[in-house]
């Protein structure tokens, strides 16, 4: 009898367990309309006419088409007299589709997009599988991959060693130095700090992004004396001293805590030095013409034609998005990107033997660690027309025009929204729980506060105004910073040897492309290991 009921039970424990099983599977066809949800068109959609017919997709891919034969049967195999990396900070493959939405339409091209030959490199470093802007500087710049947070060394520093990085044979050498070397002029653009991680990879050597200045050096626990400070390697180290142009903020970096600057904003320093000034006696003492600016008007002042070397320092720290810059009517005191790019060429262009430029849209990065997607396409914008300008201003037949990322973002475009439906509103399909999620969101970050509330559940934005720029977009993990993505950034190219730049490569191989273009550096014609 007790075997019976035992039997008995399992098979309703069985019976239960099964029905369940069966209500929580869904159907194929419940199944495939949960992935692939027909949604109510949008009234605001109207399809162009053009594509609703076979004809304009095929002689759309026959026009792409021709131009990639035209290219292959007639590869640019000149010789580069100018090089221009371009790097957008944090601009993912996501960011620059978003990107085109944030322009109308997702068939818009970003400018650069238009480039020849796109390519896909692998940002790790030694250390971490997820990047930082110091690491992936060392690999574009330098060519070798260093570990998390650590610039121009090699992975023998550990980050924040107080001593591993005084040891010069761990120091890596940049494609600055390889074209100064070569007789050419180097020069660095930047809309974030110019001792800021990214740019001071053009000239700089530390176990610590973070070393600016030397008082942050002392609050480690390291010597400032041992240890140079990145502010003071770009006045005092051999290659940043002979950078022809420096144009960014970050002035507090280079003086006092006790001095202010013109705007009345204090140094960041505790040595007593103004950096500036010995910037400036520098260039006099070597019977050069430096000119050093802090504003938009100052920069327009000068005769760029009769400045050997040019110091711009447009903020005490980054120099603002570049949204906010024009709805603060910031645009007639700072310079944009583009503003500093076209100065920069103007400067280098004066010299035959030709240059190196790095510009880099640091904000891009700033935006999206704030969940801020809005201003990060804002400058995501700008920074393509900075590229665009650069690229009118010279010749595809001498210049070769690189543009790039250092890595990658949580940023992701999800949800089913229509067509030309504005990438900042919610996505047209309600989540299971019927509330509204946007567009963009991120993987983790302060968004987190547009998503979740303990009292409440889920938030409902339903009455929210997503498209404020200030806006912080959902985050499915609270962090007061969002974090880097680890996946693979793109590379696109234009100018003499664009061709190399094609496939899946090391970001560390980018230097090596650009060397051999010019034929400067260790990966000159007479240098290469056959």
């Not at 204090?266 to 103004?274: A, I, L, M, N, Q």
């Not at 664009?498 to 014609?525: D, K, R, V």
Request: charged fraction near 25%; glycine fraction near 8%; include cysteine.
């Amino acid at each position: 009898m007790k075997t019976f009921y035992c039997c008995l039970s399992l098979l309703l424990i069985y019976g239960i367990c099964h029905n369940s099983l069966a209500k929580e599977l869904p159907t194929e066809e419940e199944l495939e309309l949960k992935q692939h949800p027909r949604l109510v068109s949008s009234r605001d959609f109207v399809a162009l006419d053009e594509e609703l017919e076979t004809r304009f997709w095929h002689d759309k891919a026959q026009s792409i088409l021709a131009d990639k034969l035209s290219h292959h049967k007639a590869l640019n195999e000149n010789r580069a007299k100018n090089i221009i990396l371009f790097l957008g900070d944090g601009m993912s493959v996501h960011t620059i589709a978003a990107t085109r939405a944030h322009l109308g339409d997702s068939n818009k091209q970003v400018y650069f997009e238009k480039f020849p030959y796109v390519g896909l490199s692998k940002t790790y470093a030694i250390d971490e599988r997820t990047p930082d802007s110091a690491s992936t500087a060392t690999a574009y710049l330098s060519g070798v991959k260093g570990n998390y947070g650590t610039i121009g060394v090699n992975a023998e520093v550990p980050r924040r060693d107080c001593l591993a990085a005084t040891n010069t044979s761990t120091h890596t050498q940049s494609i600055a130095q390889w074209a100064q070397e070569a007789g050419k002029w180097a020069g660095l653009v930047t809309t974030a700090r110019v001792t800021h991680a990214s740019p001071a990879g053009v000239y700089a050597h530390t176990a610590e992004r973070d070393w600016e200045d030397d008082q942050t050096i002392e609050k480690h626990g390291c010597s400032a004396e041992l240890n140079t400070d990145i502010a003071r390697q770009l006045v005092e180290g051999s290659v940043g001293k002979d950078l022809r142009v420096i144009l960014g903020g970050g002035r507090a970096k280079f003086r006092d805590q006790t001095k202010h600057d013109e705007e009345g904003i204090f140094g960041e320093r505790s040595d007593g030095r103004d950096l500036i000034e010995d910037w400036k006696n520098d260039k006099t003492e070597r019977g050069q013409r430096g000119e050093y600016v802090w504003s938009l008007k100052g920069l327009s002042q000068l005769d760029l034609s009769k400045t050997d070397y040019l110091l711009g320092l447009f903020d005490a720290s980054h120099c603002p998005y570049h949204g906010d810059r024009q709805r603060s009517h910031l645009e007639y005191a700072e310079p944009s990107l583009s503003d500093m790019t076209e100065a920069a060429l103007k400067v280098l262009s004066r010299n035959e033997e030709g240059y190196f430029l790095f510009v880099e849209s640091g904000r891009i990065d700033m935006a999206h660690h704030a969940t801020l997607a809005h201003k990060a396409l804002e400058d995501t914008q700008e920074f393509a027309r900075a590229i665009e300008l650069a690229r009118d201003l010279t010749n595809e037949e001498d210049t070769l025009i690189v543009v790039t990322s250092d890595h990658s973002h949580t940023m992701s475009i999800n949800g089913y929204p229509y067509r030309r439906q504005n990438i900042y509103e919610t996505a047209p399909n309600l989540a299971d729980d019927e509330l509204p999620f946007t567009i963009l969101s991120y993987a983790n970050g302060p968004g987190f506060g547009q998503t979740y509330n303990e009292q409440i559940g889920r938030l409902d934005l339903s009455h929210v105004n997503t498209e404020n720029v200030d806006f912080e977009f959902q985050a499915t993990v609270p962090l007061s910073s969002e974090t880097h993505g680890g996946e693979d950034v793109a590379v696109f190219a234009s100018g003499p040897k664009e061709h190399l730049f094609s496939g899946n490569y090391e970001q560390s191989t980018i230097p090596a492309l650009m060397a051999h273009a010019a034929n400067i550096g260790p990966f000159a014609e007479d240098k290469l290991q056959k």
